[in-house]
């Protein structure tokens, strides 16, 4: 029950997850300085990204405890859990993103912005993450005004 | 008669006013021990932790470095079965009994892992049941508190914690008639009495009198400070049971000092002397931590070891024949060593990294919660890189002392480590004597930071990859400087010659003032410096050109702020030392997240660290090559100021960035480069970490181009010496070098037919792992 299910929830979370994304709604308040970090109300993800790919299995466990508390709306901790993830990854795309996932349902749009800015520049060619951090961008920017 | 009657009036009256003044002082007793007594909370250290080390596979640790850290922590080398905190090292494996830990995002069980390791890596990680597991999470290192008045300090237990024969063995020596007294002890008191005119010190005191001395009196012996306990005493136990009185004794008593630190109650002190927790405390142990109660300096178990341990054997036969413990736990605990372990902190081992913590906490926390509130404050401090850089400096600056011989005060230097990626602060020393808590120069000594500015001249250049590529010749002729309201500028090399003109990426690597002078001014100065801004130099530097070449105070700290921008790909990060503060039992309060601002595009940063990078290959740091393997490529800067009062090197490798400073307080001529004095200490420090090589993403508009270092032009396999050097697409020369032949033509082009095929691989290869799920 615990070593072989693991890679099978993984994808099977992120496609239950991908279903109930929807576009971010016009954001009604202005991004809240930031730090010290708020807990937010959470905001629907703007989208999926598909599940990493090649990641050692300390990163892969953190990234699915950060998605389940992300689908719980704990995004405090599922912040801290990604960046616990970028310690021993700082090079990983897909973490850098998801960070500016949780960013942005936290209403934090300007680190969502950064932050995918700062995946992009990590992703090389894997044009998955590039695309999903220009949406992101976009939704970020277009939240800001 | 009437006299007789008038007497006895008097007395009547004077027996009537002293009642009521004995009731009045009685009731004012009562409200002070109820009042302090139930609002008493212990005033609590808020504590710091140092970051926790997360053991995985593929961490790039030696085992060395991961038993120092279990030693540090207090772990022992020798199994102890049903207790956590040890360890056993088996060539290449560690078996870790790791102990139960509230972290910040929950409590974390004991649990046991065995570790392999290969290569400087961790290359397994099991459970006791020999499964895999991703990631093992190693309680923090305490590294020191912010303390109440006094700078006492305690961890604070309940009875239930504390085992039942340290407390048969306090009521046996301390207070046999504990369980049944009222809160005085008749013969104690007659004792007590007795000492009052002898002038001998007799103990007679009750535990409860104990408390209320400890509590809410000073210490001289008077007869009417002696009533007042006395009535305290009885106060308290009509107020109180017994056990609630034991428990706030037991967390009061004085268990000595360590340095200018006071250890205060059974918690603090299981942990202090014996590195573990109070309930894990041996029968032996149990009675040294009693014997010591009644003088902690003079039964100090390490100063006067033959002394203690008698008295603790005093102890263990007093326990016994109160029938507390079986004749077989006397004579096993009789017969076995003091057992003491203790680790001396003071305050703190590391204050300058404590004070840059103290510094971020204030403008968010007030000072008096700060110092009793018991606040846990998890910080960034990692203490393999901490030990690094105090071993580095210090080891260095005594050398050079030695070699100078310019007598007292001797050289000094600080140091400054971070994760660049981060901003997370590692480490922090701030000056040869690593435990002194006062000047901390890493934070706040401004110094003149020399050439180590340069790199936002050059970055300035870069950005503008129409006019400047890392080959454009710059001239390092003669320059002179004129205008109004400043003197007259003409900086000079450092080797007192001028080159020509010079290839950009060599000017920088070779530090030369003039063609950094003239590049500077013909940029702008504005535009220069509005980039020192931009990297996150927050002070005000003067709009003059001497600036941009470093005649700016700049503590370490601050430069390490400028570093971070560069080594992050133009992201800055604002440097941090904490992670989360939790109230004293766990609960969250704060979380100090990462936050990053992009300052420059990577195109121009990438540019600037290839040539930071050169800096180190074939420039003024190259002496680096002696500390670190050739694969861990690194990227510097050293930087010297006029008449070498200032030697400076700040650089970074993958995952860690470092900066020194080496100079006199007083400002005198060290007559020390940066290269001389501060890169070596960067190198030792480094080279005992580990490092990761330094692997910028390469943004995708930059190719990597063969260049001939003769001609500056496209060469190959074919010219000797060629090198691969990075350009913004279409900036490279497109001529040939006279030694490129049709052969490095051809290598060219078919290396751009396999990128593309590369990338198509590449593609197909993302799409088979989505598919299965990796």
């Not at chain 2, 766990?586 to 930071?612: N, V």
């Amino acid at each position: 029950m615990k070593r072989f299910p693991k890679r099978v929830l993984t994808p099977f979370l992120a496609l239950t997850l991908a279903a109930c994304a929807t576009q971010p709604e016009q954001p009604r308040e202005p991004a809240p300085a930031p730090a010290p970090e708020a807990q937010q109300l959470p905001a629907p993800p703007p989208e999926r990204v598909p599940p990493p790919r090649a990641e050692t299995t300390a990163v892969a466990g953190l990234m699915d405890s950060a998605r389940t508390d992300t689908a719980a709306g704990r995004l405090t901790n599922a912040a801290a859990t990604l960046e616990r993830a970028l310690r021993i990854e700082p090079r990983n795309a897909r973490l850098w993103h998801e960070l500016a996932l949780v960013r942005f349902r936290q209403g934090d749009y300007a680190q969502a912005e950064s932050l995918a800015a700062r995946s992009n520049t990590l992703a090389g060619n894997d044009s998955d993450v590039r695309s999903a951090n220009q949406r992101l961008i976009d939704d970020a920017r277009s939240a800001r005004r | 008669m009437a006299r007789r009657t008038k007497l006895r009036k008097f007395l009547r009256f004077a027996l009537l006013a002293t009642l009521l003044a004995a009731a009045g002082f009685t009731l004012y007793l009562d409200i002070r021990v109820r009042d302090e007594f139930e609002g008493r909370r212990f005033a609590l250290p808020a504590r710091i932790y140092a970051r926790p080390l997360e053991l995985h596979v593929g961490l790039r640790m030696p085992q060395a470095d991961v038993v120092d850290e279990l030693k540090l922590l207090g772990y022992r080398d020798i199994p102890r079965p049903g207790e956590p905190g040890w360890y056993l090292r088996e060539e290449n494996r560690l078996e870790i009994a790791l102990r139960p830990f509230v972290f910040w995002d929950g409590a974390q069980p004991a649990r046991s892992v065995s570790v392999a390791f290969e290569g400087g890596k961790v290359s397994m990680l099991r459970d006791a049941a020999g499964t895999d597991v991703p990631l093992a999470r190693v309680e923090p290192l305490a590294i020191g508190g912010i303390y109440p008045a006094g700078n006492e300090d305690r961890v604070l237990v309940r009875l239930t914690e504390v085992p039942q024969h340290l407390v048969h063995a306090l009521v046996a020596v301390e207070d046999r008639s504990f369980y049944r007294h009222a809160g005085f002890d008749v013969r104690g008191l007659a004792r007590a009495a007795r000492s009052l005119f002898t002038d001998r010190v007799q103990g007679g005191s009750t535990i409860t009198q104990q408390l209320v001395k400890n509590f809410f009196l000073t210490p001289e012996r008077t007869i009417r400070r002696k009533a007042t306990e006395l009535v305290m005493a009885v106060l308290l136990e009509i107020h109180y049971d017994k056990n609630e009185i034991l428990e706030t004794y037991l967390n009061e008593i004085y268990f000595g000092q360590d340095r200018d630190r006071a250890i205060h109650g059974v918690g603090l002190a299981a942990q202090f002397y014996f590195g573990k927790d109070v309930q894990y405390l041996s029968v032996a142990e149990s009675a040294l931590l009693v014997a010591m109660i009644r003088g902690p300096a003079h039964y100090d178990p390490y100063k006067h070891p033959a002394r203690t341990l008698e008295r603790r054997n005093l102890v263990l036969r007093e326990t016994r024949e109160q029938g507390q413990i079986s004749l077989e736990q006397y004579a096993a605990a009789r017969g076995s060593p003091l057992g003491v372990a203790r680790k001396s902190m003071g305050t703190s081992p590391y204050p300058a990294f404590l004070k840059l913590v103290h510094r971020q906490l204030r403008r968010d926390y007030d000072e008096k919660d700060l110092r009793s509130e018991g606040l846990r404050i998890f910080t960034t401090l990692d203490p393999r890189a901490q030990g690094a850089a105090e071993n580095a400096l210090t080891k260095r600056l005594a050398q050079f002392d030695k070699e100078k011989r310019f007598g007292q005060p001797g050289l000094e230097g600080a140091v400054v480590i971070t994760d660049p990626q981060s901003g997370e602060v590692q480490a922090m020393v701030g000056g040869r004597d690593v435990r002194y808590s006062g000047y901390n120069r890493a934070l706040d000594a401004g110094r003149p930071v020399g050439s180590l500015l340069k790199p936002a001249i050059y970055l300035t250049a870069l950005s503008e990859p129409s006019r400047y590529t890392l080959l454009t010749p710059i001239d390092d002729g003669p320059f002179l400087w004129k205008s109004r309201g400043a003197p007259d500028w003409e900086p000079l090399n450092y080797d007192k010659k001028f080159h020509g003109m010079v290839p950009l990426r060599l000017a920088l690597a070779h530090s030369y003032n003039a063609a950094a002078a003239r590049l500077g001014t013909d940029l702008g100065i504005e535009k220069v410096l509005a980039n020192v801004r931009k990297l996150g130099v927050e002070r005000d530097v003067r709009p003059f050109a001497s600036s941009m070449l470093g005649a700016v105070d700049m503590s370490p700290f601050e430069v390490a702020q400028m570093y971070q921008t560069i080594a992050s790909g133009g992201f800055r990060a604002p440097l941090r030392s904490i992670r989360e503060v939790t109230t004293q039992d766990g609960k969250p309060l704060q979380r100090y997240p990462l936050a990053i601002e992009q300052a420059f595009p990577p195109e121009p940063i990438y540019l600037l660290a290839a040539a930071m990078q050169d800096v180190v290959r074939e420039g003024t740091g190259q002496s680096l090559k002696s500390y670190l393997p050739p694969e861990v490529t690194v990227a510097g800067k050293t930087g010297t100021t006029d008449e070498q009062r200032d030697a400076w090197f700040a650089g970074f490798s993958g995952d860690r960035l470092a900066v020194v400073w080496v100079g006199y307080d007083d400002n005198r001529a060290a007559r020390l480069s940066g290269s001389a004095a501060a890169l070596p200490i960067w190198g030792d420090l480094m080279s005992a970490l580990s490092p990761e090589p330094l692997a910028l993403a390469r943004p995708p508009s930059i190719e990597m181009v063969s260049i001939d270092p003769q001609s500056g032009l496209r060469g190959g396999v074919s010219c000797p010496g060629a090198v691969e050097l990075p350009f913004m697409q279409g900036s490279a020369p497109q001529e040939r070098a006279p030694c490129s032949g049709p052969m490095d033509a051809a290598v060219e082009a078919a290396g751009e037919v396999g990128k593309a095929v590369g990338q198509g691989v590449e593609r197909a290869k993302s799409w088979l792992e989505r598919l299965f799920g990796r």
